[in-house]
């Protein structure tokens, strides 16, 4: 193998610094490809650049994907208010499309037909990853040093020990991953079903106390602006994940089933996400149907999974996003969101479209638009079908 050319999808974690030192020291040619879906700055990026090239990288690519996550995933993860089991919103998961989309066209532009990436044999990314790589090129080569070997963390920190290799990582209790719709925390306490984790090991601590009331607006379902400034959805996230995480909301554990069929525990915080889509849902609430909510939490329901598990080039994803795109074209309105210590509140919206401001009757007060005859014959008719079944089957 000395020589060939392989693609590494690079993260300068653990498991991504195992994979590139064994591969140079196998004799490949390493170009160690980073995929930025947000969570690194500048200074980080120049530090990871330095550590690939130590580990024996020729190339080290960092690609801005930001845009892309945002244009193909997030966009409809907040139009669809997708949180797996209802808490996690999917922050690594749907990173892992974007990267492996990315990742394989430098490996075409580039003629480049062998990809190598840090997953286990236990975990959902290899699943995501290579499927991902085999549909977009039937013929490509993928190595997986870790999970072909069988290689634990422990056996990684040591063999780069042996090496000579010594990086901030080396006595890491956890393994994270960050991105810009969160960060996810696994390791030590989620490998068991009791354990909670330790405050130590969230990236965010609390360090503001006093409540603080946003205006978050939206426009047919996409933020727009937070307390009237104005900018693009990207901007915007990261505006909010400054200002929220600061009281460490967003917390939380998620358990879950894997694609491979066995359960599993991760840690994650995600202040903005998870306050973008309630703040999203609520505005949905006031400015949609009845039967259009009912039929979006259950398409909802099934984009998440798809997204969860890879599953991004079914064709059912064209189709549920452009239904989504279309449900959105009322939802457009400011969301009022009080944030305190590790925790928020929505106090309310305001909208041209709620369906409150009509002027049929207030709920549970007056009724406006009908008389007292119209409404005891309409309970008349509507307990119609119960009332026929139990008397047929006394």
Known sequence: MKNKTIVLAYSGGLDTSFCLKRLSIDGFDVHAILVNTGGFNKSELIN??????????????????????????????????????????????????????????????NNINTIAHGSTGAGNDQVRFDSIFQILNPN????????????????????????????????????????????????????????????????????????KVLNIKFIKGEIVSINNKRSNPIDLIDYLEEISSKYAIGRDVHVGDSIIGIKGRVGFEASAARIIIKAHELLEKHTMSKWQIFQKESISKLYGMLIHEGQYFDPVIEDIEAYFEKSQRYVTGNVFVELSPYNFKLNGIKSKHDLMNDNSGVYGEE????????????????????????????
């Open 140 to 211: 490509i080569n993928i190595i997986t040093p870790i999970r072909d070997n069988n290689i634990s963390r422990k056996q990684e920190i040591s063999y780069l020990k042996k090496m000579g290799v010594k990086f901030r990582w080396n006595n890491s209790k956890y393994s994270i991953n960050k991105g810009i719709w969160g960060t996810t925390i696994g390791g030590d306490e989620t490998l068991t079903s009791f354990k909670t984790l330790p405050n130590k090991a969230f990236t965010k601590k609390l360090i503001e106390k006093r409540t």
């Open 48 to 109: 990871i650049k330095k550590q690939a090239i130590e580990l024996g990288a020729s190339k080290f690519i960092s690609i801005d994907a930001k845009k892309p996550f945002y244009d193909k995933i997030i966009k409809f993860l907040i139009f669809g208010n997708v949180l797996k089991n209802n808490s996690y919103p999917l922050s690594v998961s749907s990173e892992r499309i974007i990267q492996a989309i990315e990742i394989m066209n430098y490996s075409k532009k």
């Open 367 to 394: 009724n406006l638009n009908w008389s007292s005859d119209d409404i005891k014959g309409f309970i008349k008719i509507y307990s119609n079908s119960s009332r026929i079944f139990k008397q047929i089957n006394k």
